[in-house]
């Protein structure tokens, strides 16, 4: 069976502060594909990275980046000097290759408050 | 990315009835997916639509509750049927592109 564990259900810091995001998995097959997206208080999940899982080079984008370790099946994410607007709640999804496109296991979730 | 555009944002709803939920695509795509996220909670896939065929439901997922359209390779509609309290959820329609899966916006519903 996949699964996807966030265990940080709720997450503060205080702006400019660097934080990670911790996102387990669990799946059979050798094949797969990992995301992260982020759901603003207005509701609207945004797309983040996807990442497969022949691919472990660890990838930034701005403030954000994102280590995947097939060896302890993790793929997290670190926003580096954190703003307000980073406060959202962050998810971590798993796809099969084998699975139909858009078939999606996501994790409960991160809730990242950043303070001023 | 998919521009994707869902009726309504938003409604309340009394116990018993059925709400249908539009989804619009900016561009034709195969399949388009269907997910729920009840309160505080993860996003759950209902069905796959496929244009020109039958959905796709997920265990725990009917198609009596949950009647799915899929007229043409852009539109697709999601009715929640005899809702009851714990039908308040946001239900979000999305698309893969090229192997990013995009959400619309959700369409919140909250019944009493």
């Known amino acids: 069976a996949q699964k996807v564990t966030q265990a940080q259900t709720e997450i503060s810091v205080v702006e400019k502060e660097d934080v990670t995001l911790d996102c387990v998995y669990e799946t059979r097959d050798t094949t797969y594909y990992l995301f992260w997206y982020k759901q603003p208080p207005s509701g609207e999940l945004v797309f983040l990275i996807r990442?497969?899982?022949?691919?472990?080079q660890n990838e930034i984008s701005g403030r954000y980046s994102w280590n995947f370790q097939k060896s302890t099946s993790s793929f997290n994410f670190t926003i580096t000097a954190s703003q307000v607007v980073d406060s959202a709640v962050y998810f971590c999804a798993l796809s099969s290759h084998y699975n139909q496109g858009g078939k999606l296991i996501f994790g409960q979730g991160t809730e990242l408050s950043v303070k001023p | 990315s998919a521009v994707i555009s869902q009726k309504p944002s938003r409604d309340i709803c009394q116990r018993g009835t059925s709400l249908t939920i539009q989804c619009q695509v900016d561009s034709q795509v195969t399949m388009m997916f269907w997910y729920r996220q009840q309160p505080g909670q993860s996003l759950t896939l209902i069905a796959t639509?496929?244009?020109?065929?039958?959905?796709?439901?997920e265990s725990g997922f009917v198609i009596d509750k949950f009647p799915i359209s899929r007229p043409n390779l852009t539109f697709s509609t999601l009715t929640v049927s005899n809702m009851s309290p714990e039908d308040s959820s946001i239900y979000l329609c999305?698309?893969?592109?090229?192997?990013?899966?995009?959400f619309g916006e959700g369409s919140r519903l909250t019944v009493l």
């Open positions: 990442r497969n899982s022949f691919d472990e």
């Open positions: 639509a496929n244009q020109g065929s039958e959905a796709t439901y």
């Open positions: 999305s698309v893969d592109r090229l192997g990013e899966l995009f």
